[in-house]
Antibody, heavy 119, light 113 residues
Framework: EVQMVESGGGLVQPGGSLRLSCAASGFPFGYFWIYWVRQAPGKGLVWVSRIKTDGSGIAYADSVKGRFTISRDDAKKTLYLQMTSLRVEDTAVYYC????????????WGQGTMVTVSS | DIVMTQSPDSLTVSLGERATINCKSSQSVLYSSNNKNYLAWYQQKPRQPPKLLIYWASTRESGVPDRFSGSGSGTEFTLTISSLQAEDVAVYYCHQYYNSPHTFGQGTKLEIK
Protein backbone atom coordinates (compact mmCIF):
# COMPACT_ATOMS: atom_id res chain seq x y z
CA GLU A 1 0.00 0.00 0.00
CA VAL A 2 1.33 3.39 -0.99
CA GLN A 3 1.75 5.72 1.98
CA MET A 4 3.19 9.18 2.34
CA VAL A 5 3.45 10.62 5.85
CA GLU A 6 4.44 14.21 6.50
CA SER A 7 5.95 15.46 9.75
CA GLY A 8 7.79 18.45 11.13
CA GLY A 9 5.06 21.05 11.15
CA GLY A 10 4.38 23.32 14.08
CA LEU A 11 4.25 26.87 15.35
CA VAL A 12 7.14 29.15 14.42
CA GLN A 13 7.72 32.87 14.67
CA PRO A 14 8.06 35.05 11.57
CA GLY A 15 11.61 34.85 10.29
CA GLY A 16 12.08 31.39 11.73
CA SER A 17 12.88 28.08 10.12
CA LEU A 18 11.33 24.63 9.94
CA ARG A 19 12.13 21.40 8.15
CA LEU A 20 9.32 19.21 6.89
CA SER A 21 9.74 15.54 6.09
CA CYS A 22 7.67 13.17 4.00
CA ALA A 23 8.30 9.46 4.58
CA ALA A 24 7.17 7.25 1.73
CA SER A 25 6.50 3.53 1.58
CA GLY A 26 4.83 0.96 -0.64
CA PHE A 27 6.41 2.06 -3.92
CA PRO A 28 9.90 2.52 -5.47
CA PHE A 29 10.41 6.04 -4.17
CA GLY A 30 13.52 6.78 -6.21
CA TYR A 31 11.66 6.37 -9.50
CA PHE A 32 9.07 9.07 -8.87
CA TRP A 33 8.96 12.85 -8.97
CA ILE A 34 7.55 14.28 -5.75
CA TYR A 35 5.85 17.58 -5.00
CA TRP A 36 5.00 19.82 -2.09
CA VAL A 37 1.58 21.47 -2.28
CA ARG A 38 0.17 23.74 0.43
CA GLN A 39 -3.27 24.88 1.49
CA ALA A 40 -3.84 27.91 3.70
CA PRO A 41 -6.74 27.59 6.16
CA GLY A 42 -10.01 27.71 4.24
CA LYS A 43 -8.23 28.33 0.94
CA GLY A 44 -7.31 26.41 -2.20
CA LEU A 45 -4.34 24.33 -3.28
CA VAL A 46 -1.04 25.95 -4.19
CA TRP A 47 1.93 24.20 -5.80
CA VAL A 48 5.10 24.91 -3.82
CA SER A 49 7.95 22.82 -5.17
CA ARG A 50 8.93 19.77 -7.21
CA ILE A 51 11.92 17.47 -7.34
CA LYS A 52 12.55 14.96 -10.08
CA THR A 53 14.36 11.65 -9.70
CA ASP A 54 17.99 11.73 -8.51
CA GLY A 55 17.39 15.16 -7.02
CA SER A 56 17.42 16.84 -10.40
CA GLY A 57 14.82 19.11 -11.96
CA ILE A 58 14.08 21.19 -8.90
CA ALA A 59 11.50 23.96 -9.23
CA TYR A 60 9.86 26.39 -6.83
CA ALA A 61 6.90 28.71 -6.78
CA ASP A 62 8.00 32.34 -6.96
CA SER A 63 6.51 32.94 -3.51
CA VAL A 64 9.03 30.58 -1.85
CA LYS A 65 12.03 30.82 -4.16
CA GLY A 66 15.19 31.64 -2.24
CA ARG A 67 13.60 30.72 1.10
CA PHE A 68 12.60 27.05 0.69
CA THR A 69 14.81 24.14 -0.33
CA ILE A 70 13.47 20.79 -1.48
CA SER A 71 15.59 17.67 -1.27
CA ARG A 72 15.25 13.91 -1.17
CA ASP A 73 17.05 10.93 0.31
CA ASP A 74 16.15 7.95 -1.84
CA ALA A 75 17.89 5.50 0.51
CA LYS A 76 15.61 6.66 3.33
CA LYS A 77 12.61 7.08 0.99
CA THR A 78 12.13 10.56 2.40
CA LEU A 79 11.41 13.97 0.92
CA TYR A 80 12.31 17.17 2.72
CA LEU A 81 11.36 20.82 2.63
CA GLN A 82 13.69 23.19 4.44
CA MET A 83 11.82 26.42 5.08
CA THR A 84 13.62 29.57 6.17
CA SER A 85 12.65 33.24 6.60
CA LEU A 86 9.11 32.11 7.23
CA ARG A 87 6.29 34.61 6.80
CA VAL A 88 2.77 34.75 8.19
CA GLU A 89 1.49 33.99 4.69
CA ASP A 90 3.35 30.65 4.70
CA THR A 91 0.81 29.38 7.25
CA ALA A 92 -0.80 26.34 5.67
CA VAL A 93 -1.17 22.59 5.62
CA TYR A 94 1.75 21.22 3.62
CA TYR A 95 1.12 18.07 1.59
CA CYS A 96 3.63 15.90 -0.19
CA UNK A 97 2.26 14.25 -3.30
CA UNK A 98 3.52 11.72 -5.82
CA UNK A 99 3.66 12.43 -9.53
CA UNK A 100 1.82 9.58 -11.23
CA UNK A 101 4.40 9.45 -14.02
CA UNK A 102 1.98 10.63 -16.68
CA UNK A 103 3.13 14.21 -16.93
CA UNK A 104 2.29 15.71 -13.55
CA UNK A 105 -1.03 14.59 -12.14
CA UNK A 106 -0.70 13.66 -8.47
CA UNK A 107 -2.00 10.22 -7.61
CA UNK A 108 -1.05 9.83 -3.94
CA TRP A 109 -1.06 12.48 -1.24
CA GLY A 110 -0.03 12.48 2.39
CA GLN A 111 -2.38 13.62 5.14
CA GLY A 112 -0.48 16.89 5.48
CA THR A 113 1.37 18.71 8.25
CA MET A 114 0.29 22.09 9.59
CA VAL A 115 2.72 24.99 9.65
CA THR A 116 1.68 28.07 11.59
CA VAL A 117 3.77 31.21 11.37
CA SER A 118 2.76 33.65 14.07
CA SER A 119 4.23 35.84 16.75
CA ASP B 1 1.73 31.35 -15.07
CA ILE B 2 -1.40 29.64 -16.37
CA VAL B 3 -4.46 30.88 -14.51
CA MET B 4 -7.18 28.31 -13.85
CA THR B 5 -10.69 29.64 -13.26
CA GLN B 6 -13.50 27.40 -12.08
CA SER B 7 -17.20 28.05 -12.18
CA PRO B 8 -19.33 28.15 -10.22
CA ASP B 9 -17.63 28.74 -6.86
CA SER B 10 -20.37 26.72 -5.19
CA LEU B 11 -23.06 24.40 -6.40
CA THR B 12 -26.12 22.85 -4.76
CA VAL B 13 -27.60 19.78 -6.44
CA SER B 14 -30.27 17.29 -5.42
CA LEU B 15 -29.40 13.65 -4.81
CA GLY B 16 -29.52 11.69 -8.05
CA GLU B 17 -29.24 14.80 -10.20
CA ARG B 18 -26.35 15.85 -12.44
CA ALA B 19 -23.61 18.17 -11.23
CA THR B 20 -21.41 20.07 -13.67
CA ILE B 21 -18.26 22.00 -12.81
CA ASN B 22 -16.36 24.06 -15.35
CA CYS B 23 -12.69 24.97 -15.54
CA LYS B 24 -11.06 27.42 -17.93
CA SER B 25 -7.34 27.86 -18.42
CA SER B 26 -5.71 31.12 -19.51
CA GLN B 27 -3.80 29.25 -22.22
CA SER B 28 -4.11 25.87 -23.86
CA VAL B 29 -2.96 22.85 -21.89
CA LEU B 30 -3.11 20.56 -24.93
CA TYR B 31 0.30 19.03 -25.61
CA SER B 32 0.44 18.73 -29.39
CA SER B 33 3.07 15.97 -29.51
CA ASN B 34 0.75 13.41 -27.88
CA ASN B 35 -2.62 15.17 -28.23
CA LYS B 36 -3.23 15.00 -24.49
CA ASN B 37 -4.62 17.72 -22.27
CA TYR B 38 -2.53 18.09 -19.13
CA LEU B 39 -5.52 18.70 -16.90
CA ALA B 40 -6.58 16.79 -13.79
CA TRP B 41 -9.53 16.92 -11.38
CA TYR B 42 -9.37 16.28 -7.64
CA GLN B 43 -11.96 15.82 -4.93
CA GLN B 44 -11.24 17.06 -1.40
CA LYS B 45 -13.46 16.19 1.52
CA PRO B 46 -13.20 18.04 4.85
CA ARG B 47 -10.01 17.29 6.80
CA GLN B 48 -8.72 15.02 4.03
CA PRO B 49 -6.07 15.42 1.34
CA PRO B 50 -7.16 15.78 -2.28
CA LYS B 51 -8.00 12.63 -4.19
CA LEU B 52 -7.24 12.27 -7.89
CA LEU B 53 -10.38 11.63 -9.94
CA ILE B 54 -9.50 12.39 -13.57
CA TYR B 55 -6.24 12.88 -15.48
CA TRP B 56 -5.53 13.86 -19.09
CA ALA B 57 -8.85 15.71 -18.86
CA SER B 58 -11.01 12.65 -19.39
CA THR B 59 -9.31 9.49 -18.08
CA ARG B 60 -10.79 8.21 -14.86
CA GLU B 61 -8.31 7.17 -12.17
CA SER B 62 -8.48 3.53 -11.12
CA GLY B 63 -11.21 2.94 -8.54
CA VAL B 64 -13.12 6.15 -9.24
CA PRO B 65 -16.86 5.51 -9.78
CA ASP B 66 -18.03 5.85 -13.37
CA ARG B 67 -20.54 8.55 -12.44
CA PHE B 68 -17.52 10.90 -12.56
CA SER B 69 -16.47 11.98 -16.04
CA GLY B 70 -14.26 14.66 -17.52
CA SER B 71 -14.43 16.36 -20.88
CA GLY B 72 -13.05 19.29 -22.81
CA SER B 73 -9.88 20.27 -24.61
CA GLY B 74 -7.54 23.18 -25.04
CA THR B 75 -8.73 25.76 -22.55
CA GLU B 76 -12.20 24.66 -21.47
CA PHE B 77 -12.97 21.61 -19.36
CA THR B 78 -15.86 20.09 -17.47
CA LEU B 79 -16.22 17.64 -14.60
CA THR B 80 -19.60 15.93 -14.53
CA ILE B 81 -21.12 13.81 -11.80
CA SER B 82 -23.97 12.04 -13.53
CA SER B 83 -26.04 11.12 -10.47
CA LEU B 84 -25.06 12.87 -7.27
CA GLN B 85 -24.53 10.72 -4.19
CA ALA B 86 -24.33 11.94 -0.59
CA GLU B 87 -20.65 10.99 -0.42
CA ASP B 88 -19.83 13.34 -3.31
CA VAL B 89 -20.14 16.41 -1.07
CA ALA B 90 -16.69 17.95 -1.33
CA VAL B 91 -14.63 20.69 -2.91
CA TYR B 92 -13.45 19.95 -6.44
CA TYR B 93 -10.28 21.37 -8.01
CA CYS B 94 -8.95 21.39 -11.53
CA HIS B 95 -5.16 21.33 -11.98
CA GLN B 96 -3.01 22.07 -15.01
CA TYR B 97 0.31 20.29 -15.26
CA TYR B 98 1.14 21.50 -18.76
CA ASN B 99 3.91 23.72 -17.52
CA SER B 100 5.63 24.89 -14.37
CA PRO B 101 4.47 26.22 -12.03
CA HIS B 102 1.53 23.86 -11.94
CA THR B 103 -1.61 25.74 -10.98
CA PHE B 104 -4.99 24.86 -9.52
CA GLY B 105 -8.41 26.34 -9.87
CA GLN B 106 -9.86 28.10 -6.84
CA GLY B 107 -12.17 25.18 -6.08
CA THR B 108 -15.89 24.51 -6.39
CA LYS B 109 -17.84 23.55 -3.28
CA LEU B 110 -20.51 20.96 -4.02
CA GLU B 111 -23.40 20.54 -1.59
CA ILE B 112 -26.65 18.60 -1.47
CA LYS B 113 -29.93 20.43 -1.94
Amino acid sequence: EVQMVESGGGLVQPGGSLRLSCAASGFPFGYFWIYWVRQAPGKGLVWVSRIKTDGSGIAYADSVKGRFTISRDDAKKTLYLQMTSLRVEDTAVYYCARDAGRGGDLDYWGQGTMVTVSS
Amino acid sequence: DIVMTQSPDSLTVSLGERATINCKSSQSVLYSSNNKNYLAWYQQKPRQPPKLLIYWASTRESGVPDRFSGSGSGTEFTLTISSLQAEDVAVYYCHQYYNSPHTFGQGTKLEIK
